[in-house]
């Protein structure tokens, strides 16, 4: 660590008891950078702890955003004065995701879902298949007569019958019913409605409804409820409620309450609405089209992947100021699919035309905390619904699964 130039006070602490060091601030060069700061802590651990540690690589955080640069530039740019003690955080460095294994389709991967035991995957040879985590193609499914765009767990691993929903470039949503154990499957309901693509579905909690997107620019709320079928055809299932207000198709859409959802449209806006009361309670202007949403129940936090190559972090809560909370600029192509980590309020993924999936920190809108790559062209679906999975789909065909190691050391960082 160099000594020349000038010095700030720093005070370093940890959320993490197994790696606090005293409690006194400390005088270092104020061009210190990352790496320093590393020595310097583990150095401080090597004193304080009897047993020596092994090296640990640690983040640090001023005012809750990651140091990238020299800590000078990062007080500057972040208008803290030199002249205060600087408060800085030190946190275990968030493993890397290792790849491990890529599944062969016949067609571009378009949807994925992932459940407790069960992955699902819709493709755009109008098939829909199902995966266990290994990576065993357990049941491939037709059903669709065009390309399948969203597919969506409605009940898994609860029960001996597993439910789930598909929608379709088709114009329809189907409701299916898996046994695992017999490997029957069976379509009970066709949801027709739509006069275009469905291009997006969502399950609310309690089950019971799902929302529909299309580019018909309808927003459809459908019942998921089984009523007594008697023979083998599916029967026709029609929308319970439908509600118009965007002006070109919409791309994603989310529950965000027992009777709210958001809806994301590539007529650059997002709105937020009320199902009791059927109608658009707010409208979010964006900049360009909107591809994906998606919506943290752990921070009542929405992010968005945007034609515009950035993905952004919105409160839809907020009165004042602004609702665009940050946005995160790396990837250089459409960010097509954007998904919250389950047990984190601080990590995201993100997959974009330019072939790369992402894993974020809110804490970090600079830079991503790791690129993963592996696809050979782009990416038009992610999903981390398995805490220690993060899977992608993209148009070479593959659906990429990078395990997510030591997750549940995270869940409070």
Known sequence: MSNTGSHVLVRLFTKQS??????????????????ELNSLVNGLLKEALTDTPKL?????LIKGEFLHTTLLEHLVQSNISTEDVIEVEYLERHPAPQPEDS????????????????????CYDNTIHIWNKEGVNLKTISGH?????????????????????TGSHDQTLLLWQWNPKTKEVKCNYVCRGHSASVDCVAVDHTKTRICSGSWDNMLKIWSTVKKKICGYKAELRVPLLTLAGHSEGISSLCWVDRNQICTASWDHTMKIWDLEKAECLTTMQGSKVFLDLAYSPLNQLIITGSADRHIRLWDHRTNEGAIVKNSFSSHRGWVSSVCWSPNSENHFISGSYDMLLKLWDVRSPKAPLYNMTGHEEKILAVDWSIPELMLSGGADKHMKIFHHTNAKEFIAS
Not at 145 to 165: G, M, N, Q, R, Y
């Open 103 to 122: 599944l062969v389709h016949d067609d571009w991967v378009s949807c994925i879902h992932g459940g407790k035991q069960y992955i699902l995957s819709g």
């Open 18 to 35: 197994q790696y606090s060091v005293p409690d006194a601030p400390f005088s270092v060069p104020s061009k210190i950078t990352v790496k």
């Open 56 to 60: 640990v690589d640690f983040d640090f």
């Open 145 to 165: 007569t065009a390309p399948v765009l969203c597919v969506s767990w409605i009940k898994h691993d609860e029960s001996p019958v597993c439910e789930f929903v």
